[in-house]
């Protein structure tokens, strides 16, 4: 029997997918079980988006889909059909930071940086919200990524500037 030309070698079903990374329309072929995070990683080599832990829990591999910060590594390719799709590569203009990852820089808020770039748009899209301007919500914000080098005091510090930088006072 022939095989079908939707399938890959394997059986498994092989799709288009057109979606804008970054603000750069992309289309390719991808298996219909091939994760976001490694589509990123593999087929278009923005390896700022890490894998950590595959299960959603560490934030390593956040990006933002369509202004919402997601896992990457949970969300199938397939899913960001048609979608907008932001990684850490697409926060800087040209050689200069934005102003968080300027903010990361003064204040130490980064050690190995396996973790930094899910932290970065984490916060993003967290800060696309509103400023934030106390402790608890800059905890509250850093809480769903795990960082095993910095203690946190930097990232707080650093979310926090950025209030101060726009004339809110950070509350303590």
């Known amino acids: 029997m022939p095989e079908d030309p939707a399938t890959s070698s394997g059986g498994c079903e092989v799709i288009e997918l ?12 991808s298996d219909v ?42 969300m199938l390719a397939a899913q960001a059909q048609g979608a907008d799709v932001e990684t850490v590569e697409g926060l800087a203009r040209g050689d200069e930071l934005d102003d968080l990852q300027a903010a990361f820089r003064e204040h130490h808020a980064l050690q190995c ?16 919200e509103g400023p934030v301007v106390s402790e608890f919500q800059a905890r509250e914000a850093l809480s769903g990524n795990i960082c095993r080098c910095t203690g946190y005091v930097g990232l707080v510090d650093a979310v926090l500037s950025l209030a101060a930088d726009s004339g809110k006072e950070p509350l303590k």
Do not use: K, Y
Request: charged fraction near 15%.
């Open 113 to 128: 940086g396996f973790c930094t770039s899910g932290f970065l748009m984490s916060l993003t899209a967290r800060l696309r």
């Open 18 to 29: 057109s979606f804008v990374v970054n603000g750069e329309p992309v289309t390719l072929s």
């Open 33 to 74: 079980r091939v994760s976001l995070a490694e589509i990123l990683r593999r087929d278009l080599r923005l390896t700022g988006t890490h894998l950590g832990c595959e299960h959603g829990s560490c934030g390593a591999c956040t990006v933002i889909v369509d202004g919402l910060a997601v896992r990457s590594c949970l």
